[in-house]
Nanobody, 123 residues
Framework: QVQLVESGGGLVQAGGSLRLSCAASGTTFGRYALGWFRQAPGREREFVAAISWSGTTTSYDNFAKGRFTISRGDAKNTAYLQMNSLKPEDAAVYYC????????????????WGQGTQVTVSS
C-alpha cells in the first residue's frame, strides 16, 4: 500500500508563488511516477503535472506550462510542484498521485491519491 502526504498549500496573492511537496511511503512504493492533480469547487479533478521515477520525463497540462515546475527529490520518494505567477483560477485543492509511469498517470485514474492541500489565490 502506498501513502502520499501533501504539504505547502496556503493563501497567496495573485502573481505570487507556492511550492507544494509530496512525500510517498509504503511497502509497495517502488519506481513509480509522481504527479499532481487539482480540483476546484464545482469542477472535475484535472491533471496538472507528472514526473517519472528518474526525474528525466515530465508532463504538464497546457495551463501549467511555463508557470509550474515539477521536480523530484534525491530520495525519489518526494516530489515538488513549484507554482509561479499564480492566478485566482489556480485556486483549488491540489492532490498528489502516483502510478507506474508518466503516461499512465496523466491519462488514467492513479493507483493512489493523497488527501490534498488547499491553495487559495487572492486577487
Amino acid at each position: 500500500q502506498v501513502q502520499l502526504v501533501e504539504s505547502g498549500g496556503g493563501l497567496v496573492q495573485a502573481g505570487g508563488s507556492l511550492r507544494l511537496s509530496c512525500a510517498a511511503s509504503g511497502t509497495t512504493f517502488g519506481r513509480y511516477a509522481l504527479g499532481w492533480f487539482r480540483q476546484a469547487p464545482g469542477r472535475e479533478r484535472e491533471f496538472v503535472a507528472a514526473i517519472s521515477w528518474s526525474g528525466t520525463t515530465t508532463s504538464y497540462d497546457n495551463f501549467a506550462k511555463g508557470r509550474f515546475t515539477i521536480s523530484r527529490g534525491d530520495a525519489k520518494n518526494t516530489a515538488y510542484l513549484q507554482m509561479n505567477s499564480l492566478k485566482p483560477e489556480d485556486a483549488a485543492v491540489y492532490y498528489c498521485a502516483t502510478d507506474d509511469n508518466v503516461g499512465v498517470l496523466a491519462t488514467t485514474p492513479p493507483i493512489a491519491w493523497g488527501q490534498g492541500t488547499q491553495v487559495t489565490v487572492s486577487s
